[in-house]
């Protein structure tokens, strides 16, 4: 498998307008806009860092992910995403050496990129997150 670099941080907030005061308004880091990722019940916001990104994420239903972590863990750090060349073989690879995925094929994210989530108990308690940009 081939991770070519962090690819960004994932954010739980509440809401990013008010997750971005910190990020923009202290920091001085720029939102690069947002997009409604409706098969995650998610809204996504960027902020570009170097090569790297801060993904700020506010859940549009009470069911999704994001809701569902803020509720059990409070807002915060909610995963880390490391691009791969070829995310479709870094999932075969994964599953080969065992590891439990949470998504075993690629499915759409934010940003046109191709994502899958491994799972926390196999990563050390993090939920990590691959994706493909083409």
Same mark, same amino acid.
Do not use: Y
């Given at each position: 498998?081939?991770? !070519?670099? %962090?690819?960004?941080?994932?954010?739980?907030?509440?809401?990013?307008?008010?997750?971005?005061?910190?990020?923009?308004?202290? $920091?001085?880091?720029?939102? +690069?806009? @947002?997009?409604?990722?409706?098969? &995650?019940?998610?809204?996504?916001?960027?902020?570009?860092?170097?090569?790297? #990104? %801060?993904? $700020?994420?506010?859940?549009?239903?009470?069911?999704?992910?994001? =809701?569902?972590?803020?509720?059990?863990?409070?807002? *915060? /750090? &909610?995963?880390? =995403? /490391?691009?791969? =060349?070829?995310?479709? =073989?870094?999932?075969? #690879? $994964?599953?080969?050496?065992?590891? @439990? $995925?949470?998504?075993?094929?690629?499915? *759409?994210? +934010?940003?046109?990129?191709? %994502?899958?989530? !491994?799972?926390?108990? +196999?990563? *050390?308690? %993090?939920?990590? #997150?691959?994706?493909?940009?083409?």
């Amino acid at each position: 498998m081939e991770i !070519l670099k %962090i690819d960004h941080l994932g954010i739980a907030v509440p809401s990013i307008d008010e997750g971005n005061t910190f990020w923009s308004e202290v $920091l001085g880091l720029k939102m +690069a806009g @947002k997009e409604t990722v409706e098969s &995650q019940k998610v809204t996504t916001a960027f902020l570009p860092i170097g090569q790297s #990104e %801060i993904e $700020l994420l506010e859940s549009t239903a009470p069911d999704g992910p994001i =809701a569902k972590f803020i509720e059990k863990k409070g807002a *915060g /750090f &909610q995963h880390v =995403a /490391f691009q791969v =060349a070829d995310i479709k =073989a870094a999932l075969a #690879e $994964l599953k080969e050496k065992g590891v @439990k $995925l949470i998504d075993e094929t690629p499915r *759409g994210g +934010a940003g046109g990129a191709q %994502i899958a989530f !491994l799972h926390p108990k +196999a990563t *050390g308690g %993090i939920l990590v #997150e691959l994706c493909q940009r083409d």
